[in-house]
């Protein structure tokens, strides 16, 4: 069972799903991405994350994709490089019917005080609001429910993580 999920005690205890809003703080621990706003769009199957510079590349035999992510909107002075293994290429169509080839990932996600792993697929989503889509299959059935007009249920407690960042580069 993945990391941070309640397993039944017995047949009669109800597990009642987690509350999320549209919108929420999350983190990308795997990728070493502290805080990242997350629209949450359940009408998209895949998560995807907003990503540039993205090289593919083979080592030790494995394909691999390295990437560059600036995770706050309208602040190219925090920029994080990562590294992951290529789980698959799909073509995968926008809102708007346009289809693109995009490399897929699988990473942890935390949310609030649970984390567990996540397929997502890297794409430029400079001209979006949110850095992250948070895809419906992420949200995984029965767990949570979205609740539409609330946002960042979850609580705000990640954005702190950029406060060290940004501090140390403003003292050197």
Avoid at 12 to 18: F, M, R, S
Avoid at 49 to 77: A, C, N, W, Y
Avoid at 98 to 121: D, N, Q
Avoid at 147 to 167: C, D, L, N, Q
């Amino acid at each position: 069972m993945p990391c941070g999920f309640r397993r039944m005690k017995s047949e009669k205890e109800i597990i009642k799903p987690n509350r999320i809003g549209w919108r929420e703080w999350v983190a990308l621990p795997g990728l070493d991405i502290p805080a990242i706003k997350a629209k949450v769009d359940t009408g998209a199957r895949t998560s995807s994350l907003h990503t540039f510079h993205i090289e593919s590349f083979r080592e030790k035999g494995r394909d691999m994709v390295k990437f560059h992510i600036h995770p706050l909107q309208k602040r190219t002075d925090i920029e994080i490089i990562c590294v992951a293994p290529i789980i698959d290429t799909r073509i995968v169509k926008d809102s708007g019917g346009h289809a693109e080839e995009r490399h897929v990932i699988m990473t942890p996600l935390r949310l609030g005080k649970m984390e567990w792993p996540i397929e997502v697929t890297l794409t430029s989503r400079d001209d979006m609001l949110f850095r992250m889509l948070l895809g419906r299959t992420a949200i995984i059935d029965g767990h949570f429910r979205v609740s539409p007009g609330e946002s960042y249920v979850t609580g705000k407690s990640f954005i702190t993580a950029y406060k060290r960042i940004i501090g140390k580069r403003m003292n050197s």
